[in-house]
T-cell receptor, first 110, second 114 residues
Framework: RKEVEQDPGPFNVPEGATVAFNCTYS??????FFWYRQDCRKEPKLLMS???SGNEDGRFTAQLNRASQYISLLIRDSKLSDSATYLC???????????FGTGTRLTVIP | NAGVTQTPKFQVLKTGQSMTLQCAQD?????MSWYRQDPGMGLRLIHY?????ITDQGEVPNGYNVSRSTTEDFPLRLLSAAPSQTSVYFC?????WGMGYEQYFGPGTRLTVT
């Protein structure tokens, strides 16, 4: 079983739509969770960390459900510039190394 | 500040050739790492370093060597390239060795082994 699993998509949504991505992780001892964004043929960049209580950054909301071992990312009022691949990232339990999901591709359509 | 730089951007090698991918950072970060990214696989950790003189293996270290003689540089060596090493390679840094820190990635090196 993969350490981190994501629906690869693609998700094609119109501008202004709300879209949600989920990600599951296999090791209940993981403690650090992130969403990274990767544009086509570019390097990944941190979008946001995910905290136990959930957190919001503008149009983006991240949630963590430890009991079910999943992480979600909600994007409201989608913009064309949100088109990218979103990577779910979890630390290796007992270590600081990171496991990256394969990514969920989002295309926002005019 | 340049952040994290990688050279070359593109490289084509023949099977059996050797080469070094360069990674440099000017952020004075302790932690540096190398990943490879393949379609359908996600980024996988090759090697990492928690400071000058200290390196360790990640998930997929076979066929790669690293060294860390300075804080700034963390080269990745392919001793005898194989087609299975065709991939995009990213170098990343992190402020320090600990959980919860952001990783900063270089722009990547696209390597093709024929």
């Amino acid at each position: 079983r993969k350490e981190v699993e994501q629906d690869p998509g693609p998700f094609n949504v119109p501008e202004g739509a709300t879209v949600a991505f989920n990600c599951t992780y296999s090791n209940s001892a993981s403690q650090s969770f992130f969403w990274y964004r990767q544009d086509c043929r570019k390097e990944p960049k941190l979008l946001m960390s995910v905290y136990s209580s959930g957190n919001e950054d503008g149009r983006f909301t991240a949630q963590l459900n430890r009991a079910s071992q999943y992480i979600s990312l909600l994007i409201r009022d989608s913009k064309l510039s949100d088109s990218a691949t979103y990577l779910c990232v979890v630390n290796k339990a007992g270590a600081n190394n990171l496991f990256f999901g394969t990514g969920t591709r989002l295309t926002v359509i005019p | 500040n340049a952040g994290v730089t990688q050279t070359p951007k593109f490289q084509v090698l023949k099977t059996g050739q050797s080469m070094t991918l360069q990674c440099a950072q000017d952020m004075n970060h302790e932690y540096m790492s190398w990943y490879r990214q393949d379609p359908g696989m996600g980024l996988r950790l090759i090697h990492y370093s928690v400071g000058a003189g200290i390196t360790d293996q990640g998930e997929v270290p076979n066929g790669y060597n690293v060294s860390r003689s300075t804080t700034e540089d963390f080269p990745l060596r392919l001793l005898s390239a194989a087609p299975s090493q065709t991939s995009v390679y990213f170098c990343a840094t992190q402020t320090s060795w600990g959980m919860g820190y952001e990783q900063y990635f270089g722009p990547g090196t696209r390597l093709t082994v024929t």
